[in-house]
């Protein structure tokens, strides 16, 4: 009976999502430097991503794409298969704006997804299908485009494959690795009850509710809320460093990625 016992419950920790974890794969994105859409930069970024999700055991596919003047870019689908016909989506994007080493925008929400796939590989049976997005040429004031282009990218292939009516939820971790407390954006007037209702009571009280201004997201979600899907966005409530050079591997909180991980990864295994 004990024997049992410890063996559940190290089966249990051993597939709990790390913090720090996600904060070193973030630190050292960010130390590699600027990551621009389109850019050599972006693409090893993406590789490096790529190799995590196969190393922990996730089914790997690419969605690419042109950025206009500035090359190729593509989204990374980390993929985790369950019975039923739903599916779950958590995203961040690779690139940054230069000079920005884009720590907190965004190798805080990449570091993110590469914990959660160790977690997630593990994981005996999501509720729904789950995919870790790990997009390309989100940063509009790079692209000069008027949407963010992974996440375009991302429901076209929704579409394609016929699942954008499966989607249960699309959660865009932008800005997740500093401080203690986050915003939940999202283009819904007031919180949805089986939406936002639900990564709020899931913050536990470190995250609070903002509608996106006029509507329109400035982040991946905004896309796939266009599309017609249930989408948010996670992140701090400011970062005065965004798109800056002050925005370095330095900043980053160990601890404010064990808070995001506990807020995220039960919503991962459950929802449906």
Request: with cysteine; glycine share 8%.
């Given at each position: ?22 904060y ?71 690139d ?41 040429a ?10 963010h ?9 929704l ?114």
């Open positions: 009976m004990i024997a049992t016992f410890l063996a559940c419950c190290v089966a249990a920790a051993a597939s709990a999502p790390s913090g720090s974890e996600a070193n794969f973030a630190v050292s994105l960010a130390r590699q430097g600027p990551r621009p859409a389109g850019s050599v930069s972006e693409r090893r970024a993406h590789q490096r991503v790529a190799a995590r999700f196969r190393t922990v055991g996730l089914r790997v596919g690419y969605e690419r794409f042109r950025v206009p003047d500035k090359g190729q870019s593509r989204n990374v689908i980390g993929i985790r298969d369950a019975p039923g016909d739903c599916l779950v989506i958590a995203m961040a994007h690779t940054s704006v230069p000079p920005a080493d884009g720590a907190d925008d965004n190798a805080s929400g990449v570091g993110t997804l590469v914990a959660l796939a160790r977690a997630l590989a593990t994981e005996p049976e999501p509720a729904c299908d789950v995919w870790l997005v790990a997009t390309g989100e940063e509009r004031p790079y692209t000069k485009t008027p949407d282009l992974g996440a375009s990218a991302l429901v076209k292939r579409r394609r494959t016929n699942r954008l009516k499966d989607v249960r939820l699309a959660l865009s971790l932008d800005e997740v690795g500093r401080g203690s407390r986050f915003v939940l954006h999202s283009t819904a007037p007031t919180p949805r009850e089986t939406v936002e209702q639900r990564i709020l009571d899931a913050g536990n009280g470190r995250v609070r509710y903002a509608r996106d201004p006029q509507g329109e997201g400035n982040s991946d979600h905004r896309e796939l809320a266009r599309a017609g899907a249930p989408a948010a966005k996670l992140g701090v409530p400011d970062d005065s460093c965004r798109h800056t050079a002050c925005d370095t591997a330095s900043r980053l909180q160990r601890g404010a990625f064990t808070r995001v991980l506990r807020i995220v990864w039960p919503l991962l295994r459950t929802w449906t």
